[in-house]
């Protein structure tokens, strides 16, 4: 399969976002030290969603970005649109619901690792379906992002997402934005279990323009582990991208592997590492770059992310990414950022 074609502008109106994000964002509480909840009396509260995270760091980087969701008529929701409009990021078409409230979760540092406790059912957000594929924000959009996370959500939100990557609903009077879908697996939101979640993920992701997917959760959904056969998987995906940890990640542009390698990185936290590194390389893709430099900057953004307990890294200025963008391999091997 070639490549997605470039980011349509044609009849595009100025304002229109180059990415529109659709998934639920929440209050995120957390810990202001590295001890578990149980042993809290006090909590910091901030934002986090695997779609808006992405809004976000596009918008650190450089690009016009709106989020689609809905929201409870509640402080937290406040707090939410609040926060990412200062992030630079368009809220002006999220939907309040007067009923339904803004879910909630919490994290639970420990030693094997941070656990998140999710307070999400009957949200506002569970409520999103197809309809929305009717905003004109949506079909302007250069490129649309979605994650596995708004599918295990609901039915609703299920059907939007196969509404708008199986369907291609937003195709109907034009070409339509390029599709990008990060597998995102959150094991804990499929009721269904493993089984269910491994069929409607691979359904989603073979109908997306690109792809990202973890090399871990691939193996965990469908048994492969290898990066080669996960984008054999996928195919007919036309542009796929495997990320394996701290070991790098390669893309498969019409069946071609490019790989790179991650930066050394000393990790505080990963949550939000894996959507830093979806932005930074849609960035990249709405700049033209090639494989090469769309995956360091992915890296760069993953990076930045690990280095934070926030959901959302602040990223250094782009004079110096993009420095790093041109850096021949031994020296970007040797990069260690700050």
């Excluded at 980011?7 to 100025?14: D, N, V, Y």
């Excluded at 078409?93 to 941070?114: M, Q, S």
């Excluded at 990223?315 to 260690?336: M, Q, Y």
Aim: charged fraction near 20%; hydrophobic fraction near 45%; aromatic fraction near 4%.
């Amino acid at each position: 399969m070639p490549l997605p074609p470039p980011p349509r502008t044609a009849g595009r109106p100025e304002q229109a976002a180059d990415v529109v994000c659709v998934g639920e964002t929440m209050a995120v509480l957390s810990p202001p030290d590295h001890r578990p909840l149980d042993e809290q009396s006090t909590l910091a509260m901030a934002i986090g969603g695997a779609e808006s995270n992405v809004a976000c760091t596009l918008a650190g980087l450089g690009h016009r970005v709106a989020w689609l969701s809905r929201v409870g008529d509640d402080p937290f929701a406040r707090r939410i649109l609040a926060e990412l409009a200062a992030r630079g990021v368009d809220v002006t078409g999220v939907e309040t619901d007067p009923v339904r409230p803004t879910g909630v979760y919490f994290k639970d540092p420990a030693p094997a690792g941070t656990r998140t406790h999710y307070y999400r059912g009957g949200s506002a957000a569970t409520l999103m379906g197809p309809d929305l594929t009717r905003l004109p924000a949506l079909r302007h959009a250069r490129v649309v992002h979605l994650s596995g996370v708004a599918a295990a959500l609901s039915d609703s939100c299920a059907h939007l997402l196969e509404a708008i990557l199986v369907d291609r609903a937003l195709t109907e009077d034009t070409a339509g934005p390029t599709v990008s879908f990060d597998v995102n697996h959150r094991p804990a939101l499929w009721q269904g279990g493993t089984a269910e979640a491994a069929k409607s993920l691979l359904t989603l992701a073979r109908a997306a323009d690109i792809v990202f997917v973890g090399r871990d959760e691939a193996e965990t959904l469908w048994g492969t582990a290898r990066p080669d056969d996960i984008a054999e998987l996928l195919s007919p995906a036309p542009l796929i991208v495997v990320k394996d940890a701290e070991h790098g990640a390669t893309s498969y542009a019409d069946g071609s592997p490019t790989f790179v390698p991650a930066l050394p990185t000393r990790v505080v936290e990963p949550v939000g590492a894996g959507d830093a590194f979806a932005a930074g390389y849609l960035a990249a893709v709405l700049e033209n770059r090639d494989e090469r430099a769309r995956l360091r900057l992915g890296h760069l953004a993953a990076s930045a992310a690990l280095r934070t307990r926030a959901d959302v890294p602040v990223l250094p200025p782009r004079a110096e990414t993009d420095h790093h963008l041109t850096l021949d391999d031994t020296a970007w091997a040797g990069t260690a950022p700050r």
